[in-house]
């Protein structure tokens, strides 16, 4: 059974940090590129970032303004999201998604195949 668990989440103080986690499970994911969704109430799940299967091409929402950072070990079946400097409407449930296309940072919901079940970030004021 494929598998992507995320953790990390919690509630922070605004300007605090977080570093959200996404294991795979079931099959290996090197191939893949991984990203990053967030979904507050009432909006629609949007893209946060992304990482190419080995790593060498990222891609960030604009309203992450260089506050967040993407890494990813193959060999783990790992991706981590270090998110600084957080702000009250970054609060969200913070899903991980695995595309199967690798080569490229797919940004559109519809290019991942596979999805975690979401942690809950939560950033107080």
């Known amino acids: 059974q494929v598998q992507l668990v995320e953790s990390g989440g919690g509630l922070v103080q605004a300007g605090g940090s977080l570093r959200l986690s996404c294991i795979g499970s079931?099959?290996?994911?090197?191939?893949?590129?991984w990203g990053w969704f967030r979904q507050a109430p009432g909006k629609d799940r949007e893209f946060v970032a992304g990482?190419?299967?080995?790593?060498?091409?990222?891609a960030f929402a604009n309203f992450v303004q260089g506050r967040f950072t993407i890494s990813r070990d193959n060999v783990k079946n790992a991706m981590w999201l270090q998110m600084n400097s957080l702000k009250p409407e970054d609060t969200a449930v913070y899903y991980c998604a695995a595309a199967l296309n690798g080569l490229n940072v797919p940004t559109t919901l519809d290019s991942y195949t596979y999805w975690g079940q979401g942690t809950q970030v939560t950033v107080s004021t």
């Open positions: 990482i190419n299967y080995f790593g060498g091409a990222t």
């Open positions: 079931g099959r290996t994911f090197s191939d893949d590129a």
